[in-house]
Nanobody, 126 residues
C-alpha cells in the first residue's frame, strides 16, 4: 500500500510560479513511476506530467516548457515545478503512483496508476 499526500497548492497570479510536492509513504517509492494529473469541475481528469523510475519525463503539450516534474527517491517525494502559470492551469492537482518493473517507462493514462493522492487546489488569477 502506498499513501500519497500532495502539498504546495494555492492562489497565484498569472505568470507566477508554484511548486507542488507529493510525499509517498512506504518503501515502494523507488519502485514506482509517478505522475501528476489535474481536474476541474465538470471535466475529465487530465494528464499533466509523468516520470519514470530512472527519471525519464513526459509532459502534456499544454504544459511543456512551463512545468517540470522531478523526483527525490531519498525523500520519497515527487515534485511539479509550475512556471508561467495561466488561468487555464486552475484545477485540483493529483499525484499518482504505479508500481512497475520497467525503469525507463512512464505512464500517461490515469487507469494505469495504482495509487492516488487526495489532491491540492491550484488557482491562477488573471
Amino acid at each position: 500500500q502506498v499513501q500519497l499526500v500532495e502539498s504546495g497548492g494555492g492562489l497565484v497570479q498569472a505568470g507566477g510560479s508554484l511548486r507542488l510536492s507529493c510525499a509517498a509513504s512506504g518503501r515502494t517509492f523507488s519502485s514506482s513511476a509517478m505522475g501528476w494529473f489535474r481536474q476541474t469541475p465538470g471535466k475529465e481528469r487530465e494528464f499533466v506530467a509523468a516520470i519514470s523510475k530512472n527519471e525519464n519525463t513526459y509532459y502534456a503539450d499544454s504544459v511543456k516548457g512551463r512545468f517540470t516534474i522531478s523526483r527525490d527517491n531519498a525523500k520519497n517525494t515527487v515534485y511539479l515545478q509550475m512556471n508561467s502559470l495561466k488561468p487555464e492551469d486552475t484545477a485540483v492537482y493529483y499525484c499518482a503512483a504505479v508500481l512497475t518493473g520497467y525503469s525507463g517507462r512512464y505512464y500517461y493514462r490515469g487507469d494505469e496508476y495504482d495509487y492516488w493522492g487526495q489532491g491540492t487546489q491550484v488557482t491562477v488569477s488573471s
